[in-house]
Each structure stands twice: as structure tokens, then as C-alpha cells.
């Protein structure tokens, strides 16, 4: 078992810059392929990005460029560094934990996190 708990989101303006954070505990992250999905009013959790155990990375379109994933096991944390934040990324942002190497589905994410929201708006 392991729990995740995100952090630091909040309200900023587009082009603004945020970083959330993914603490693990129970359980070493360094285990796990590590994900971040999101969740708009009124729509379904989409797949933003993920990790693997040893660094290699996959983006969804829309945010590659802009979204960096990275992970710092001895912090036992997953960050998501977003920069020129843009209105259509407001949204409930989620960590997981899956063992499928890089998946973009849901369903292969065993753990969660209970979410962080992130606003963007002018």
C-alpha cells in the first residue's frame, strides 16, 4: 500500500508558473511508474503525464513543452512543474502509482491521491 498526497496548487493567472508535489508514503515511490491526471468541471480524468522507475517521461500533447514530470526518490516525491499555465489547464490535478510502464490509462493506476486544484484565470 502506499498514500499519496498532493500539494501546491492554488489560483494564478495564465503564463503564470506552478509546481505541484506528490508525496508517497507506506510504500517507496522508487517502485512505482508515477503518474499525474486531471480533472475538469464536468469532464472526465484525463492523463497528463507519467514516470517510470528510471526517468523516462510521456506527455499528453497539450501540455508537452510546457509540463515537466520529475521525481526525487530519496524525497520519496513526484513533482509536476507547469509553466505558461494557460485557462484550460484549471482543473482537480491527482498523483498515482501504477507498475505499468508508462501508461496512460487509469485503470492502470492502483493509488491516488485525494487531489490539488489548479485555476488558472485572468
Known amino acids: 500500500q502506499v498514500q499519496l498526497v498532493e500539494s501546491g496548487g492554488g489560483l494564478v493567472q495564465p503564463g503564470d508558473s506552478l509546481r505541484l508535489s506528490c508525496l508517497a508514503s507506506?510504500?517507496?515511490?522508487?517502485?512505482?511508474?508515477m503518474g499525474w491526471f486531471r480533472q475538469a468541471p464536468g469532464r472526465e480524468r484525463e492523463f497528463v503525464t507519467t514516470?517510470?522507475?528510471?526517468?523516462?517521461?510521456f506527455y499528453t500533447a497539450s501540455v508537452k513543452g510546457r509540463f515537466t514530470i520529475s521525481r526525487d526518490n530519496a524525497k520519496n516525491t513526484v513533482y509536476l512543474q507547469m509553466n505558461s499555465l494557460k485557462p484550460e489547464d484549471t482543473a482537480v490535478y491527482y498523483c498515482?502509482?501504477?507498475?505499468?510502464?508508462?501508461?496512460?490509462?487509469?485503470?492502470?493506476?492502483?493509488?491516488w491521491g485525494q487531489g490539488t486544484q489548479v485555476t488558472v484565470s485572468s
Open positions: 514516470i517510470s522507475r528510471d526517468g523516462a517521461t
Open positions: 498515482a502509482a501504477t507498475s505499468v510502464y508508462l501508461s496512460s490509462r487509469s485503470l492502470d493506476y492502483s493509488y
Open positions: 507506506g510504500r517507496t515511490v522508487s517502485g512505482y511508474v
